[in-house]
């Protein structure tokens, strides 16, 4: 059986794993070192949106752990990083030389770009495709299976994959699910959809809001007059609390060029992935997502 760290839709590297540690060491635990199942769902549901009950019972049948009790902790944590440690499933390492095949005559390569959220027209493309295809138990709303690529197949993603449908998560782990076990033949360039979405590392900081970002020189590459309205009138106009909730819509509505239902289809994903999602799971997942 391959390591089952993919299931986890998290990046297999060592500083992953160090927070996933820093993690479980904040949450109480029983005096045998022991925590409950549902407090480890969750922990590691903060860290990893994606992260269910599912995937938590795959890693315990597979390190041979009690799956129905608490789990040590020293255990779980011993296990992953030794998981880590071995498993093919990595980017390489900076500064790594990457051997890329030579292409042949017997070699497809694929582009695929402007997915958008689109999770519908990303699972047509698969059925479509020559170098894509779906292996394994249906995954549900995650699809009919794992996304596989052949062995004569290479996949160039062109950028923008999320923004204005209801599957901007679903198809970015699958994308990066696909690149971790394909690293060589698997190539994602960042659109501009893709890299604004760094900003929310630091305009959702503690502390942080629109107006600050505005101080700081608000959306300069957005010529004046500005179509959309500042931070303070948006919230008077939508009758909003200062704060990140109120922030990420601005955001998303007036200067990162996405539509007025992005916030909404963000939520909507989340509760269909994990039953429910209020507005505060949607900051979390943009804040995370970083």
């Known amino acids: 059986t391959p390591p089952l760290l993919a299931r986890m839709h998290g990046a297999a590297d060592a500083a992953n ?30 860290l990893d949106a994606s992260f269910t009950e599912g995937d938590l019972q ?6 041979g752990m009690d799956s129905a009790g608490p789990v040590s902790c020293e255990a779980f944590m011993s296990w992953l990083f030794h998981e880590a440690s071995r498993t093919d499933e ?31 027209y990303f699972v047509h493309f698969v059925s479509m495709s020559k170098v894509l295809y779906w292996d394994g138990d ?5 699809g009919p299976g794992e996304l596989q690529l052949r062995d004569d197949g290479f996949l160039v993603f062109g950028g923008d994959a999320v923004d204005k449908g209801p ?11 696909l690149k971790r076990r394909h690293w060589s033949r698997v190539f994602i360039v960042l659109g501009n959809r893709d890299i604004c979405k760094l900003r929310f590392y630091a305009e959702l900081a503690e502390g942080e809001d629109g107006s600050t970002f505005e101080v700081r020189g608000g959306a300069y590459w957005i010529p004046d007059p500005k179509p959309c309205p500042d931070y303070e009138t948006y919230l008077q106009m939508h009758d909003l609390e200062r704060g990140h909730t109120s922030t990420v819509r601005w955001i998303l509505d007036c200067n990162m060029g ?13 509760a269909l992935l994990y039953g429910k999602a209020s507005d505060l799971d949607v900051v979390r997942s943009y804040r995370n997502s970083v």
Not at 91 to 105: C, E, K, M
Not at 138 to 142: I, K, P
Not at 167 to 177: A, E
């Open 258 to 270: 996405c539509q007025g239902t992005t916030f909404r289809t963000r939520r909507q994903e989340l």
């Open 167 to 177: 599957g901007d998560i679903r198809v970015v782990k699958t994308l990066l699910s």
């Open 90 to 120: 990595r980017f390489p390492l900076i500064g790594q030389h990457v051997d890329v095949p030579t292409l042949t005559d017997q070699m497809t390569v694929e582009f695929l770009t402007d997915v958008e959220g689109n999770w519908d």
């Open 58 to 63: 795959k890693i315990l049948r597979a390190a």
């Open 17 to 46: 794993y160090t927070r996933i540690a820093k993690c479980l060491q904040t949450l109480s635990t029983g005096p045998d070192g022991t925590i409950d199942q549902a407090s480890l769902v969750q922990a590691l549901h903060i």
């Open 138 to 142: 249906e995954r549900g709303v995650w």
